[in-house]
């Protein structure tokens, strides 16, 4: 007999609700607050999100129900695998038990379908004709492409110029799904062209990116055209949340009783929360399960930057959002790692790490690299540099775990797939790659801005 390596679940067994963890968090996170430093009304959004989504953004019920039509997009790749990562194990020596749950499998290569195709519903819905978005490393774009196309309505993406470059063919794939995608910063837009006129040669920052696109969606007074977010906000993770769900069911299948660590990469935080949030219900009621949400050194958002008040864009367009954030104006360096680019952490993961519910960790890409090389030669798959980070912390993990003797169970997040981000593998096997370290001064800089606005009060 061979090992179980692939847990499945049946196309009736995938969750018929999404799980909202701003139910269960013993204090509420502080609220997001308008340009008068008041908390946010839900009509103070409506330039931007469809008023559907909006309530879903500040609904504090536990259970949200997944509208039929949502699931019917769903299942086309869900549920999705969990596999027991044998191989990976044997290489490592490792007692421990890994598990990953494999979100490559989206037809755009990431987690990111899951919550594109329910806001292109809810857009379409609202009677929406056009969303616009902003794009990292360009899977967030594809996804909302890919949903667009599903749903019939048109789709605009403006994507980070260095992820621009290195990846044309994330701009093919949208172009496939009939989408347009213009390289940030554009002369599209206000935001844009004053980002230009500073610096001709800037490689774009998913800050800038964010407000080009929100300045579109604003512009169109018809309130045709809205704009949408593929990481951060509450409703984002909600429905990211079908992975944890999913996973959990799996592991009962594969008759783990206990889960000793839970790990996803962070960049706006979206994968590991809807990887982890189900496991943050039981931690916080009392399993001993270590939560990590793992970032790039080089945008230390979790580890270094301070907890406060700030924009989710480089202009200003966003309302304040009380998170650990590096300041609207960071620009990152250009690592590989395109969506982990950015200088906030959603508000619903920051409160949960002020709380002790989760650990970060900050690592530098050329372990990250090297863990995904071992991950490629051992399980097969090639990851995204993303999922790297999730996977070096993994496998420092198991190391413990060898040493301590003890036959642990770790999961973590596969978000995506790394075939359209080969250069970056072909950098790194090349010797072309280095470690960037934020000096103290850049921190400095970068955050010292943040004084104009309010402190939120952690509860
Ligand atoms: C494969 C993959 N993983 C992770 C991320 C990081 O985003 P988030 O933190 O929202 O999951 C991205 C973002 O583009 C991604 O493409």
Redesign the pocket.
């Known amino acids: 007999m061979t090992k179980r390596v692939k847990i499945l679940l049946d196309e009736s067994e995938m969750p018929r609700q999404w799980y909202n963890l701003a139910a269960d968090l013993p204090k509420p996170p502080p609220p997001p607050l308008g340009p008068d430093g008041n908390p946010l009304s839900p009509e103070q959004l409506s330039a931007v999100f469809p008023m559907n989504l909006i309530e879903q953004e500040m609904t504090t019920q536990r259970w949200v129900d997944i509208p039929q039509e949502v699931l019917e997009m769903l299942v086309r790749w869900r549920p999705s695998p969990l596999h027991r990562a044998v191989h990976l194990e044997k290489a490592l020596g490792t007692p421990a038990r890994i598990y990953y749950k494999n979100?490559?499998v989206s037809p755009a290569?990431?987690?990111?379908p899951n919550t594109a195709v329910a806001q292109a519903y809810y857009n379409k819905e609202f009677g929406v004709k056009k969303m616009t978005t902003e794009?990292?490393?360009?899977?967030?774009g594809s996804a909302l492409a890919f949903a667009c196309s599903l749903v019939g309505l048109e789709a605009k993406v403006y994507m980070v110029r260095i992820s621009f470059d290195q990846k044309p063919f994330r701009k093919m794939m949208m172009q496939t799904w009939g989408a347009t995608c213009v390289a940030s910063p554009s002369m599209e837009t206000q935001a844009g062209r004053a980002v230009l006129e500073k610096d001709p040669d800037t490689p774009g920052s998913l800050g800038i990116a964010i407000s080009e696109a929100v300045e579109e969606a604003v512009a169109d007074k018809s309130g045709k055209t809205k704009y949408s977010l593929?990481?951060?906000l509450n409703h984002?993770l909600l429905h990211?949340t079908i992975i944890g769900l999913e996973t959990k069911k799996q592991l009962e299948k594969a008759n783990e009783k206990k889960v000793d660590v839970v790990i996803?990469?962070?960049?706006?935080?979206?994968?590991?929360?809807?990887l982890s949030f189900p496991f943050i219900l039981d931690k916080i009621n009392g399993a001993d399960i270590d939560i990590i949400p793992v970032e790039p050194a080089s945008c230390p958002t979790l580890t270094r930057a301070p907890y406060h008040y700030d924009f989710g864009d480089n202009a200003g367009l966003t309302p304040l959002l009380a998170m650990h954030t590096l300041g609207h104006g960071f620009i990152p360096p250009p690592i590989h790692?395109?969506?982990?680019r950015?200088h906030g952490?959603?508000p619903l993961i920051s409160h949960a790490v002020n709380l002790g519910l989760a650990r970060p960790q900050a690592l530098h890409q050329l372990e990250c690299y090297e863990a995904a090389m071992l991950f490629a030669r051992t399980e097969g798959i090639i990851p995204?540099p993303?999922?790297s980070h999730a996977i070096a912390q993994t496998i420092r993990e198991a190391k413990k775990a060898k040493e301590e003797g003890k036959e642990k169970v770790i999961v973590f997040n596969l978000?995506?797939?790394g075939l359209m981000d080969l250069v970056g593998y072909d950098n790194y096997i090349h010797g072309r790659l280095h470690d960037y370290a934020l000096s103290e001064e850049e921190l400095k800089k970068y955050t010292e801005d943040l004084k104009q606005f309010p402190t939120p009060h952690i509860g």
Do not use: D, I, P
């Open positions: 979100e490559s290569g990431s987690h990111k794009t990292g490393a360009g899977q967030w593929g990481s951060v984002v990211q996803g990469c962070v960049g706006g935080g979206s994968n590991f929360a809807g790692a395109g969506g982990l950015y952490v959603a995204a993303e999922t978000s995506g797939h």
